[in-house]
């Protein structure tokens, strides 16, 4: 009672930020004991050797080792970061093109366009670990040479690519485009959601009055979609950066796992996650800073 | 003269348009069914896969459709995942953790977007934040502060042991930092955000205190953002290894059998040696096993997934 009596003398401004608190409060005491905490644990962690021992663990100041010896001694950590690295700027564009081509294609009106979605989203439900397992399977075949070929005769593609004289890097990376192309398909669910939701909040007015004007299709598609979908460009362009980074079938994520449990280097694992969480850091920023710029706001 | 020529442009233009939205309409369906294709292809593989037998595998003439249909695939697959027990253990803690993350994202998200206090763009800074950091980087201080659970500084040293029970994951759950949470309290921070405000005024002039506006207005309007966030959440337990590696070690779970299973061939006081190509058949039919449930939770919800995307305000 005594609590209620001193909110309702307080302004309304002072009681919607009480309130404010209130209502968030429980992110407020996780974040401080589930994600701050373990932090400053990880950084105290990645500077020692730390030993289980009965009834808790011991930890021994070592210093700097632990980065020294995942950066210049352990030689397929950094080959490993290097490749995912490499191999997530490659994928991104790719995801990105595909799932915004998608959302279009998926906000035209045609028959079937509901069960075009629901397969399409279904990707999303079957989560990432699942399909790794149907990967596995399918290697399985292919070492007994019972696959059944892949989805494109790539080589013939690339011919063909060759003979328009293309630059090389060029037609290699469209190459690997394609022949990543379901695994590509398979990561753009969510993104595929949020291009859609972009696509359908875009007023039709501004489509009517570029209509009235005369403006062709391709003029429309720069002048109105693409500006009106802009931010979500950004958004996604985070989200799959994220999604691609913290995925379980990431390749470095794994090793770190496997440092930590199975050769007990503790101190080691942490260490390397530290230089990956820098990586992201740094690569989200660059390119939230040179994005931004571009993006449109409506207000 | 002049306006009959007009006409006639006018009339073969309309031509033009026509046959080239007809030919966009077939490249389009190409394009769908394609796509469709790819991402139904391995489901479809591993149907055909999960009834054959090890004879059909090596057999270079069998394609897709088995000489021989066997369940045995099955049978052994429902044995070895231990199959009913993992399946509801499975279906009750993603279910608790999904309404426990459903509850608090909508809570924390409802703050977020109604009430302004000193240090709430910072902390919603911190919502996002919590999505970007990698989950090998706490997964260790996590592990031991749930194996000495002191309660930080409550319990007395050593704490107690909360490893292989539901509560670390139940307790992150309630907080809002389970994984990818955040997620979740930024999409129910865009919807309401994106609500107008008139009715919950509304309900404050007819003298309904804060809460009750919350559970009894509030709430009931967002149902379909709370549909998807539940069936996102539901869906995440279900396939999460990683977790449910580090905090529910030796539960019976699907996806926590369906690795053992697929990573030993030979189980100790299981049944015999079961070789590699046979293996292969019998993980095909535990995968369909394992997702089938899936499947059906998003047949019985899509309507709410496809048709209300535009309803989750992920547009602000």
Known sequence: MDIKKRISRLSLDQRKSVLGILFTAPFTVGFILFLLYPIIQSVIFSLSDLSIVEGGYEIDFVGLSNYSEALFIDSYFRRIFIDTFIRLLLELPAILI??????????????????????????????????????????????????????????????FLNQLMLPPELTE?????????????????????????????????????????????????????????????????????????TAPDNQLLTYIQNIAWGSGDYGISVAMSWFYFLAIAVLLIIVFVSVSRYVYYES | MSGRNEKLISRRRIRLDRTASRIWAVFRGILILGISFIIIYPILNQLSLSF???????????????????????VIAFNRMNYL???????????????????????????????????????????????????SLIMLPLFLNFRFFTAFGILPEPGINLIGSSWPL????????????????????????????NLEEAAYVDGAGPLKTFFMIMMPNAVPILIIIFLFSFVWQWNDLFYSHL??????????????????????????????????????????????????????????????????????
Do not use: C
């Open chain 1, 173 to 245: 990376y469209v190459l690997a485009a394609i022949d990543d192309f379901p695994e590509i398909v398979r990561s753009s669910g969510i993104q595929i959601l949020i291009f859609l939701a972009a696509l359908q909040s875009i007023p039709s007015a501004l489509y009517e009055v570029a209509h009235i004007e005369g403006a062709t299709g391709w003029e429309t598609f720069w002048k109105v979609t693409f500006p009106m979908v802009s931010p979500m460009i950004l958004v996604n362009f985070i989200y799959t950066v994220i999604d691609t980074f």
């Open chain 1, 98 to 159: 595909f799932s915004f081509f998608a959302a279009i294609l998926l906000n035209q009106k045609f028959r079937g366009r509901m069960l075009a979605r629901v397969l399409f989203f279904l990707p999303v439900i079957l989560g990432a670990e699942i399909i790794i397992r149907l990967g596995q399977a399918h290697y399985m075949e292919q070492a007994m040479q019972l696959g059944q070929g892949a989805f494109f005769d790539v080589e013939a593609i690339g011919e």
């Open chain 2, 170 to 197: 139940v307790l992150l759950a309630l907080t809002g930092t389970a994984r990818r949470n955040g997620l979740f309290i930024f999409i129910v921070r865009q919807y309401f955000k994106g609500m107008s405000e």
């Open chain 2, 52 to 74: 054959m037998t090890a004879r059909d595998l090596y057999d270079a003439t069998v394609r897709f459709i088995p000489r021989e249909v066997t369940y045995e695939n099955f």
């Open chain 2, 247 to 316: 905090f529910l070690r030796g539960s019976s779970l699907l996806s926590l059998n369906l690795q053992r299973m697929t990573s030993a061939y030979f189980q100790q006081g299981v049944e015999p040696f079961i070789d590699g190509a046979h293996m292969a058949n019998v993980s095909n039919a535990a995968i369909l096993m394992y997702i089938i449930p899936l499947l059906g939770l998003y047949a019985l919800l899509q309507s709410y997934f496809v048709e209300s995307i535009e309803k989750t305000g992920i547009i602000g």
């Open chain 2, 85 to 135: 027990r993992a399946l509801i253990n499975t279906f009750l803690v993603s279910s608790l953790l999904g309404l426990l993350q459903l509850l608090s994202s909508l809570i924390i998200g409802y703050g977020f977007a109604r009430f302004q206090f000193k240090g709430s763009n910072i902390l919603f800074a911190l919502v996002i934040l919590s999505l970007l950091i990698p989950p």
